[in-house]
């Protein structure tokens, strides 16, 4: 899981950049959203455990895809 978690991190703080996001908001906004790119990695495949219930996962998705337009 550690590794899906790093990956899914740089994942979204590219993402994040790509949009033009402040830099200084990038950490919190990785912090609250990386669940939901190592979910999208993990494609219902979990290396140890997966702590995120679908319906938290579906709600910061929206709310992902929204901040990104």
């Known amino acids: ?19 033009g996001i402040d830099e200084d908001r990038i950490p919190h906004l990785v912090e609250r959203f990386w669940p939901v790119l190592a979910n999208e990695i993990r494609q219902g495949i979990a290396d140890g455990t997966w702590p995120y219930p679908v319906d938290k996962i579906e709600a910061l998705s929206v709310e992902y895809r929204a901040l990104l337009g």
């Open 1 to 19: 899981m550690k590794h899906t978690e790093d990956t899914a991190r740089q994942l979204c703080a590219i993402d994040l950049r790509q949009r």
